[in-house]
């Protein structure tokens, strides 16, 4: 009997370390932990450059794989990081979305494997760029896959950006532990 005990109370111990070890996501190289102002100098180590400032979120500018980019850094509570989201400049070409979509999901499907979730469908009833663009704009376009990687959760998808008939795509680095944090600061809320 006391060495099942022994055994239960080994087999917490060990499970709370590998939670406790666990890695935070990566963006750029960069795991996403820590202060707001820490990650915020990595990234501009990284090329990138502060735009701007509204609250939690901290906007830069820069190249994501070869590409024009703004991102978006998320902090919790104003300080810690907890999601990075990339936006590609905007583009009225239903292909220009496309491709980069498909590009973007390759890359991710070779580093990471197969997305645990994947839907690519738009309504359109013609293969125009105006009605194709129409849908986007509309908000019936479904382009989005997700993957679970160490630490957290990277979706991609393709949306409606603020111009007329114009779409971006996207791409969000959950960090497992942080998101974490932050819900139970949400839950503490309530």
Same mark, same amino acid.
């Given at each position: 009997?006391?060495?099942?005990?022994?055994?239960?109370?080994?087999?917490?111990?060990?499970?709370?370390?590998?939670?406790? #070890?666990?890695?935070?996501?990566?963006?750029?190289?960069?795991?996403? /932990?820590?202060?707001?102002?820490?990650?915020?100098?990595?990234?501009?180590?990284?090329?990138? =450059?502060? =735009?701007?400032? /509204?609250?939690?979120?901290?906007? $830069?500018?820069?190249? $994501?794989?070869?590409?024009?980019?703004?991102?978006?850094?998320? =902090?919790?509570?104003?300080?810690?990081?907890?999601?990075?989201? =990339? $936006? $590609?400049?905007?583009?009225?070409?239903?292909?220009? %979305?496309?491709?980069?979509?498909?590009?973007?999901?390759?890359?991710?499907?070779?580093?990471?494997?197969?997305?645990?979730?994947?839907?690519?469908?738009?309504?359109? %009833?013609?293969?125009?760029?105006?009605? %194709?663009?129409?849908?986007?704009?509309?908000?019936?376009?479904?382009?989005?896959?997700?993957?679970?990687?160490?630490?957290?959760?990277?979706?991609?998808?393709?949306?409606?950006?603020?111009?007329?008939?114009?779409?971006?795509?996207?791409?969000?680095?959950?960090?497992?532990?942080? #998101?974490?944090?932050?819900?139970?600061?949400? %839950?503490?809320?309530?």
């Amino acid at each position: 009997m006391i060495m099942k005990r022994i055994f239960i109370v080994l087999i917490v111990l060990f499970s709370v370390i590998s939670v406790m #070890a666990q890695e935070h996501l990566s963006f750029k190289g960069i795991p996403i /932990e820590g202060s707001i102002s820490d990650f915020s100098r990595k990234l501009k180590s990284k090329g990138m =450059t502060l =735009t701007r400032k /509204e609250g939690n979120y901290w906007f $830069f500018s820069g190249d $994501f794989i070869g590409r024009k980019a703004t991102v978006l850094v998320a =902090t919790a509570d104003g300080k810690n990081v907890f999601k990075v989201g =990339t $936006f $590609f400049d905007p583009s009225g070409e239903w292909n220009t %979305l496309v491709d980069t979509y498909n590009y973007c999901k390759d890359l991710y499907t070779r580093k990471y494997g197969q997305p645990i979730a994947s839907r690519e469908m738009n309504p359109a %009833l013609s293969d125009s760029n105006t009605a %194709l663009m129409q849908e986007v704009y509309q908000g019936t376009v479904v382009y989005f896959s997700a993957w679970e990687v160490t630490g957290g959760a990277i979706e991609l998808s393709i949306g409606k950006s603020s111009g007329l008939y114009e779409g971006m795509v996207a791409i969000i680095y959950r960090d497992a532990q942080n #998101a974490e944090v932050k819900m139970q600061e949400d %839950l503490n809320d309530i």
